[in-house]
């Protein structure tokens, strides 16, 4: 069974919203600090929200106001709600849980008209 399972990607048009999940098992969740990160083509991955075990969340400048990070203790999931998409967000997404060091396969996001 794969830890991290991503899912929600897709092709959507520039201001366009998008919703990501990641389903996580075989961790301890709830002590986890989870987060987001991006690949673009040619780029090193990034980091694009995090939100702590109690609930606390950051994100990149590049991405404040735009994505919003949740999760839920009780399902073992965590969501990335983007909105007002724009073409530069393009990259396979990657979930990431600290505790043991497991990332998710990635879901490829595509911004374009």
């Known amino acids: 069974q794969v830890p991290l399972v991503e899912s929600g990607g897709g092709l959507v048009q520039p201001g366009g919203s998008l919703r990501l999940s990641c389903a996580a098992s075989?961790?301890?969740?709830?002590?986890?600090?989870m987060a987001w990160y991006r690949q673009a083509p040619g780029k090193e991955r990034e980091l694009v929200a995090r939100?702590?075990?109690?609930?606390?969340?950051n994100y990149a400048d590049s991405v404040k106001g735009r994505f919003t990070i949740s999760r839920d203790n009780a399902k073992n999931t965590i969501n990335l709600q983007m909105n007002s998409l724009k073409p530069e967000d393009t990259a396979v997404y990657y979930c990431y849980a600290p505790l043991p060091n497991f990332w998710g396969q990635g879901t490829q996001v595509t911004v374009s008209s």
């Open positions: 939100i702590s075990s109690g609930g606390n969340t």
């Open positions: 075989r961790i301890t969740f709830s002590l986890n600090h």
